[in-house]
């Protein structure tokens, strides 16, 4: 590097010494562009001798260093040319080796001073960047795939020869046996274990959305506060089983047996139980419970606390000795239902559908069943107490023979052709109700009725209301 800097500096001092002013002027620019800046001769960068002559072709192309034997001619081709253009000003000047080292060694790490431009020369640019002789090669591309002809549909990929399994394997599945414990391991979404034997287990707080437990056996296995949202437990044996606070929501449990089953807090919204099996089950605080499906459901003896069941589905359910306390039924749909020997406390009926329900020997204790449609069912021997409502029913050839309907509200009610023979209607209001072809032969206490604005012949009033 120290000897290449030698030999620009030299250079220079040749230039300023014997070349033109213009000629000067860019080979003192070359010098400080090539010498002192990149420490090595780029040829591209030199317009010595001027771009007019045919000898700077040369030193124009070449976009090579030029170092040893190139710089030597270099030289040597300076010289010659500086000492052809010397001017007679200068012939009085001695004339400097362009090998010759300058005589203070310090002055080699000095950036020597640019002249500023000479208003008769033309300024000088470095050269436009010159683009390669082999442009890069673009990356192969694969040949676009014929058009098929119009009306034939485009050919299919070829499937993989082995597709990876779907679902991936699930380690919790390791654990189906009896009497296992998932507290460790409760993913368990999908997963399919029909027909496994998982009684007496713990599921509690697992995930069993979607999971398929079809005719598992389930004996007394818990499932406390679990997601069970959309699984599947058709024919399983869920006796005794415990769903305390579970999000069953769309759950589908047909033909399964939840004999004495726990359903505490759980979440049955949209959950199907047709035919299943729940008797002496426990179903309280169902708040959640909108859309259930029980038909042809056992229900013999299951007491239903505090829960709305509203807009649910009771077609073909047995429900005999069935207790309900606080349960809303609003807009469900009851048909060829049986209540003998029921207990309905506080629950409500409003806007359901009771065509033909038989409720025979019911105990209807402060209830309601306004805007009820009981077209045809049976009320023998039912005890309506504290003073149920039953405004705007439409209880059309209903029969309420031998009940006990003493302060019952049937004001605006249809009751056409309805029965009520022997049946006590003490302080009954019938206020503005459609009575004809009404029976109220051998009633009880029908002088402390109110028949006031009623519509129709009615059959047995011995007295004119």
Not at 133 to 139: E, K
Request: proline residues 11%; contains cysteine; aromatic residues 8%.
């Amino acid at each position: 590097r120290r000897g290449v800097l030698q030999v620009g500096v030299g250079l220079k001092q040749v230039g300023e010494a014997h070349l033109p002013r213009c000629g000067n002027q860019h080979m003192q620019v070359a010098c400080i562009d090539v010498c002192f800046n990149q420490a090595a001769w780029h040829m591209s960068s030199h317009h010595f001798p001027a771009a007019s002559s045919p000898d700077a072709t040369p030193y124009r192309d070449h976009h090579a260093y030029c170092p040893g034997e190139r710089l030597r001619l270099l030289h040597q081709e300076i010289s010659t040319a500086a000492t052809s253009s010397k001017s007679p000003s200068d012939a009085s000047k001695p004339a400097t080796s362009a090998t010759t080292p300058p005589a203070d060694p310090a002055a080699i790490t000095k950036t020597p001073p640019v002249k500023p431009p000479d208003p008769e020369c033309p300024p000088w640019f470095p050269p436009p960047p010159v683009p390669p002789i082999f442009p890069p090669t673009p990356p192969p591309t694969s040949p676009a795939p014929p058009i098929p002809p119009p009306g034939v549909p485009p050919p299919r990929s070829p499937a993989p020869s082995n597709p990876p399994p779907w679902p991936p394997p699930n380690p919790c599945l390791m654990l189906v046996k009896p009497r296992s414990d998932f507290s460790r391991c409760k993913f368990l979404r999908r997963a399919n274990m029909t027909g496994a034997d998982l009684s007496y287990s713990r599921l509690n707080h697992a995930d069993l959305t979607r999971a398929t437990l079809m005719s598992a056996e389930l004996f007394e296995t818990t499932f406390q506060h679990a997601n069970c949202v959309s699984a599947n437990f058709e024919g399983a044996n869920l006796q005794d089983a415990d769903f305390g606070s579970a999000d069953l929501t769309s759950a589908r449990f047909v033909d399964a047996s939840l004999i004495e089953a726990a359903l505490g807090g759980a979440k049955i919204k949209g959950a199907d139980f047709t035919r299943a099996d729940l008797r002496g089950a426990t179903m309280i605080g169902l708040y959640k419970a909108e859309g259930v499906k029980f038909d042809e459901a056992d229900l013999t003896g299951t007491a239903i606390t505090n829960s709305w069941l509203t807009h649910s589905s009771f077609r073909g359910t047995h429900l005999q000795g069935v207790i309900l306390d606080d349960v809303s039924f609003k807009q469900s749909v009851f048909r060829n239902v049986s209540f003998n020997g029921a207990t309905i406390v506080d629950s409500f009926f409003d806007m359901a559908d009771m065509q033909g329900v038989n409720l025979d020997g019911v105990l209807f204790d402060a209830g309601r069943l306004t805007w009820a449609n009981v077209k045809g069912a049976s009320f023998r021997g039912a005890h309506f107490t504290g003073g149920v409502q039953m405004h705007h029913l439409n209880g059309r050839a209903a029969d309420f023979s031998g009940a006990s309907l003493a302060e019952a509200d049937l004001s605006s009610a249809t009751l056409d052709g309805a029965s009520f023979r022997k049946a006590d209607l003490t302080a009954t209001t019938f206020t503005g109700a459609q009575l004809n072809g009404t029976d109220f032969t051998e009633s009880i206490g029908i002088k402390l009725s109110s028949f006031a604005d009623i519509k129709g012949r009615p059959i047995g009033l011995l007295w004119s209301p």
